[in-house]
């Protein structure tokens, strides 16, 4: 039975879920979810997965949400090596420290920083929010500054699930080459992945395309410049 992920590719943590099965080879039975159209809340979603979120994935009779939940089903049960996410335990813990990372404090940030333009249509963004923005970039320019990758020199979940949240990011605050030299070079690594475009990519364009929409003018550098002073 194919493996069913209800999804919808403006959102970060699915881009992630994305970018992992097209690394190992997966397809998915795609359901659409419409956010905007509050699907998640109907009752036949709901029975599936209380918590109303996406990415949320089901694999015959086995029901998991979380991103980086999905993330590491998925490589565990469907990879043929464990290279994205090792098995040996400080391999691994360091990969798990930067997923909770991107999900206790990256994708929070980034959420509380473009949901209530695209949700409330609000239009000034706060200076405390592009700071906290700001800030998780050093963070992550700082765990870069001596290896390739977010948990070493390979390749792993955790670069799947930071990326596409800094991305989403990006479409606000452009990653400056200058002050975050490691950051920006680790980003370009990522876009270079030859699967990039279609599993980030493409829905990072459509949110970008809204949120531009919402907020009635381009989202560019000097207009962030503009609103963080
Ligand atoms: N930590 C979760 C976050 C998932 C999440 O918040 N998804 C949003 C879309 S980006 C969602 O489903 N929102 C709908 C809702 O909460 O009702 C993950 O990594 O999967």
């Known amino acids: 039975m194919p493996l069913k992920l209800f999804y919808n590719d403006m959102s970060p943590p699915v881009r992630a879920v994305l970018l992992t099965a097209k690394a190992i080879n997966l397809e998915f039975d795609l359901r659409e979810i419409d956010i905007a159209n509050k699907e998640q809340l109907a009752p036949e979603f709901m029975e599936i997965n209380p918590q109303h979120t996406i990415p949320t994935l089901v694999d015959e009779d086995f029901v998991i949400w979380d991103s980086h939940a999905i993330a590491g089903y998925l490589v565990s049960k469907y990879s043929e090596d464990d290279s994205l996410y090792p098995k040996e335990p400080r391999k691994r813990a360091l990969v798990d420290q930067r997923l909770h990372f991107d999900s206790g ?13 695209i949700t409330f249509n609000d239009k000034e963004i706060s200076r405390e929010k592009l700071s906290a923005i700001n800030e998780s970039y050093k963070f992550m320019d700082k765990f870069l500054e001596n290896s390739t990758f977010l948990a070493g020199e390979s390749l792993t979940i955790a670069d799947f699930c930071c990326v596409s949240t800094i991305s989403t990011a990006t479409i606000i605050i452009p990653v400056s080459v200058e002050r975050y030299p490691n950051l920006s070079k680790w980003y370009q690594l990522l876009k270079n992945l030859p699967y990039y475009e279609e599993a980030n990519g493409v829905g990072l364009n459509k949110l970008d395309a809204l949120v531009e929409s919402k907020l009635g003018r381009p989202c560019h550098e000097d207009c962030m410049c503009n609103l963080a002073k």
Do not use: T
């Not at 990256?106 to 509380?112: D, E, H, I, T, Y």
């Open 105 to 117: 404090i990256l994708f929070p940030r980034v959420q509380n920083l473009v949901y209530p333009i």
